[in-house]
């Protein structure tokens, strides 16, 4: 563990939320949604976040992509903080960590031909270059064919509309990629082709990937460390396959014990 | 003794225009058993629900038969389909949200259906209704019942629809999707009682999902369907572990498991190669063929229907095959 | 009631034809009430506001008049042109200037935080209170009726309404994944509202507009028909109803031309809005 350098960090991050008031003149109530976090990831490895809904997962996914900013703690990268950083950390902060999210139906502006969509890092994060070349690198790191570009996304399937979310995230060439829940709306017949790709970027470009699903031996398949949070609070870190097989903590335990296999359904241990 | 089937549906066509989503599915449901129908996103599972139900989507046309409760619903009218729904035949939707009405009581709602299609009185309505919240393990269900669908969570949520479904003891429950909007925790608990619940009622069930885990879970037999037509059929324990036909064999082989998993991780998920075509472009012959290790030109040129074993396959996949423990 | 048996008969493609059949009359009937206000600027058979004693009272088809006269000998088709004028300008006029303020008011409602959302819900609440009569009688009684004070009161009458269903369009739009992944590259919020919101609610505005407009012809038809509309010499569908009835009775011809126009254009933009909801739905759109 010491030896670690990470690529992009979270250190002691709390984060609340305040509440409606109840009555007119009750103090605000306040909702602690992470919990003194730490959690990280370095360049070419891929790190897994596992917990049940409404744990966190995505609220620690929006901090480390600095879409917000925590109430204490730090966001690192590459040994900067980036909001105490000046403007040219933060550039290069927001090229460097992208996103890809769950639902590659509505990630996607449907009135946006799919070349004009991958630009758009490009343009808003005033990136110089070739951008046609970098187009056309970038479809085939993901397996798409150039005519892709002229289309909507209604003309495309779920896996492939998931791939060009992937590309227009490796687009701005980042160092770090996060993904929230990015197979949980495709079928399990077509989640592997998007789970390969994500494995074999990790690889090849030397990528960190921060993974987060459902599905525990997705993360398993996917990743090499997973944190597993509850309630705001991470209860545990360790190898996947390990963790999952011999869990300590009883949220752990509570997540493994949930797993439906349809090995054990039809020993009808299941339920 | 022998009664009639809870469903018993024969070569039931669903269309809107020149284009049919179903193309002649056949199958049938004993009284208190327990169906899965399993296929990709797109394969014509919710078009084969809302036939059912008679709840197709303006401009949709349902042909066939489907025999219930001794009469054939593909020639009822609206009317008297919808004096049978939640009353014989009731569905659980995938999205708890937008099928709960959003300015009335979840309480309110369950006895609502309790009232339309039972003579009993407002307050012994409201009464059972929160009976029925008990049995569905739901907390505090006195003041729960007085709360509005957006003040409860999804798993909740989903929980009062499976009451409402149950409300009436109906003799079938049609539950498309009910769990993938839900966090996995929450999944197990309403699987089992949607479980405990038909079995005490003795309703039978037609469990829609792209998830084998959940067929494997609660079903006895099994439809597997792909492009609008079901490709294998039989008891889950046979189907399931020695599938037939290719698509079948696809979908176990692409569920990852935890024990196939390297611990270097260098291991491979397994998919099935393109995707489910769309109803304009429907593949000659199988329409799987174009996914399928195992296409001939006679895939190519003839559909095969349901045969002996099962599958409507021109090869099907060897005996030897078996689901990896 | 007796089922009918669907079961033989094969599925129709019913549901495109209706749409397109819906959408077809929209247009020309659209088409030829626009065509027609702006012919009467450059062309009109006779001065619709001169009395000529002798003609009092023509039947349709008298020489020189198609539609005939009315009681003081005013040809009824030129009229019905500058009356079609003036549903023109005041439906269209009132329904774009809500369009404007309502979708400015609407989006920002949605995008730009709690406190500006509830001061725009507040305040569309408040103004949809206010009956729409009342907002024209006292505008009328203020700066005196015509045209320009109808415009102002179809949009104040419009506005909230339009208010609302953009605010709710534009919510349900922001919270789709893609405007995520656009904050993501830190684009300002007018930039997100400008490239994706206004984009992927355009079909709810146009359709809007035309439902608005519609109902905006036949509210200043109302108006001018207790007389708190235009006055002569311009000249209105509502106004030549309200002077039909004075000097004849309600049953006469004379009321039922501009009676019919009214029906004709508001069934026709109806019509057209129902069609451009289907065709522009992306729901529908989208279905492959
Ligand atoms: N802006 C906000 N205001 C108040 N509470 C919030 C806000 N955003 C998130 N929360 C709450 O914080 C908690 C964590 O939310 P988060 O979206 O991070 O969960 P998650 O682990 O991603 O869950 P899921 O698996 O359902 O996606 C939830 O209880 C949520 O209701
Ligand atoms: N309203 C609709 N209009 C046009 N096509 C539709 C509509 N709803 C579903 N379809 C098409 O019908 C087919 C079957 O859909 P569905 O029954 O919803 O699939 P499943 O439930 O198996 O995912 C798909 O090809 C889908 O695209
Ligand atoms: S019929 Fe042919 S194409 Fe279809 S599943 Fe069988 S082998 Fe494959
Ligand atoms: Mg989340
Ligand atoms: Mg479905």
Redo the contacts with the bound molecule.
């Keep these: 563990m010491s030896d670690r350098r990470p690529l992009l960090a979270m250190q002691q991050v709390t984060q609340a939320y305040s509440l409606p008031r109840t009555a007119l003149f009750s103090p605000p109530g306040s909702f602690t949604v992470l919990d003194s976090i730490d959690f990280d990831v370095c360049a070419g490895e891929a790190v897994g976040l596992v917990g049940e809904s409404g744990a966190g997962k995505t609220t620690l996914t929006r901090i480390l992509t600095g879409m917000e900013r925590p109430q204490s703690g730090q966001v690192m990268f590459d040994g900067t903080d980036i909001w105490a950083a000046g403007p040219a950390a933060r550039a290069n902060f927001r090229r460097s960590v992208q996103m890809v999210l769950q639902n590659p139906r509505s990630s996607l502006d449907p009135r946006m031909r799919v070349g004009t969509a991958l630009l758009e890092p490009m343009r808003s994060l005033r990136i110089e270059g070739d951008h046609v070349k970098r187009l056309h690198e970038v479809l085939d790191q993901v397996g798409l064919d150039s005519s892709a570009l002229e289309r909507f996304p209604h003309e495309f399937s779920g896996g492939q509309l998931q791939r060009i979310a992937i590309a227009r995230a490796l687009m701005p060439n980042p160092r770090v990629l996060v993904a929230d829940e990015p197979v949980s709306a495709l079928d399990v017949s077509i989640q592997a082709q998007v789970l390969n790709l994500l494995k074999d970027l990790v690889r090849d470009l030397n990528l960190g990937l921060v993974f987060i699903a459902h599905d525990l031996s997705v993360v398993a398949y996917t990743t090499s460390r997973v944190s597993v949070i509850a309630a705001g609070r991470i209860v545990e870190v360790g190898q996947p396959v390990e963790l999952f097989t011999r869990p300590s903590a009883p949220q752990t335990k509570n997540l493994v014990d949930a797993v439906l296999t349809v090995e054990s359904g039809l020993s009808g241990a299941a339920l | 003794m022998t009664t009639a089937p809870a469903i018993e549906v024969k070569n039931l066509i669903?269309g809107?225009e020149d284009?049919n989503?179903?193309r002649g599915v056949s199958f049938s449901v004993p009284a208190g058993g327990r169906m899965g129908l399993v296929?990709?996103?797109?394969?014509?599972?919710?078009?084969?629900?809302?036939a059912l139900m008679g709840l197709l989507?303006s401009?949709?046309q349902a042909r066939g038969e489907v025999l219930h409760d001794g009469v054939n619903l593909v020639t009822q009218s609206d009317k008297a389909l919808s004096s049978r729904r939640g009353k014989t035949i009731s569905m659980v939707f995938q999205d708890p949200m937008s099928s709960l009405n959003p300015v009335r009581r979840v309480g309110d709602q369950i006895a609502d259906v309790i009232h339309r299609h039972s003579d009993v009185s407002r307050r012994e309505a409201m009464r059972q209704a929160i009976d029925l919240m008990v049995q569905m393990n739901l907390p505090r269900p006195e003041q729960l019942a007085r709360s509005y669908p957006h003040q409860i969570s999804g798993g909740q949520k989903q929980r009062i629809m499976i009451a409402m479904a149950l409300a009436c003891y109906p003799q079938l429950i049609i539950a498309?999707?009910p769990t993938t909007a839900l966090d996995v925790t929450v999944q197990k608990q309403v699987l089992r009682l949607l479980n405990a619940a038909t079995r005490e009622r003795n309703s039978a069930l037609l469990m829609?999902t792209?998830d084998l885990p959940v067929i494997a879970a609660m079903c006895d037999t099994v439809a597997v369907?792909y492009?609008?037509r079901i490709v294998e059929y039989g008891p889950v324990q046979e189907v399931f572990r020695n599938p037939r036909h290719h698509y079948t064999r696809g979908l176990l082989d692409s569920q990852p498991t935890m024990d196939n998993i390297a611990l270097d991780g260098t291991s491979r998920l397994v998919s099935i190669p393109g995707m489910?075509?769309?109803?304009q472009r429907l593949p000659s012959g199988c329409a799987f063929h174009p996914r399928c290790p195992a296409a001939t030109d006679k895939c190519r040129a003839e559909m095969p229907e349901l045969a002996a074993n099962g599958a409507a396959c021109w090869h099907p996949v060897g005996a030897t095959a078996a689901v990896e423990a | 009631m007796t089922a009918v048996s669907t079961s033989e008969t094969p599925a129709k493609p019913k549901r495109r034809r209706r749409r397109n059949l819906t959408l077809t009359i929209g247009i020309v009937v659209t088409i030829a009430f626009v065509v027609m206000a702006l012919a009467s600027f450059f062309y009109l058979p006779h001065n619709p506001n001169v009395p000529r004693i002798p003609d009092r009272l023509l039947p349709a088809g008298a020489p020189g008049y198609l539609l005939g006269t009315d009681a003081l000998g005013r040809d009824i088709f030129s009229q019905l042109m500058v009356g079609a004028r003036t549903s023109l300008m005041v439906g269209a006029g009132g329904a774009l200037i809500s369009l404007i303020v309502g979708t400015i008011a609407g989006l920002s409602a949605a995008a730009f935080g709690r406190i500006a959302d509830e001061t725009i819900s507040r305040g569309a609440d408040i103004m949809l209170s206010i009956p729409g009569m009342v907002t024209a009688l006292v505008l009328a009684a203020t700066i005196g009726s015509g045209a320009l004070t109808t415009i102002l009161a179809l949009s104040a009458f419009f506005t909230p309404s339009f208010t609302r269903v953009i605010r709710s369009a534009a919510l349900s739009v922001l919270q789709e994944d893609f405007i995520t992944a656009a904050r993501l590259y830190a684009r300002p919020t007018w930039f997100i509202l400008l490239r994706h919101v206004l984009p992927n609610v355009a079909g709810v505005m146009i359709v809007q507009f035309t439902l608005y407009f519609a109902a905006g012809i036949l509210t200043e038809a109302g108006l001018s028909y207790l007389g708190v509309g235009v006055t002569r010499p311009s000249i209105s569908w509502g106004m030549m109803l309200n002077e039909a009835q004075q000097q004849v009775g309600i049953s006469s011809p004379l009321a039922m031309w501009p009676g019919l126009a009214i029906v004709i254009v508001v069934l026709g933009l109806n019509l057209l809005g129902d069609g451009l909801r289907d065709v522009l739905d992306p729901k529908?759109a989208r279905?492959?």
Aim: net charge negative; charged share 15%.
């Design positions: 669903v809107y284009l989503a179903v296929g990709e996103s797109g394969s014509g599972k919710s078009m084969t629900a809302l989507p401009g949709w498309d999707e829609i792209h369907m492009a609008g489910v075509p769309p109803l | 529908l279905r492959t």
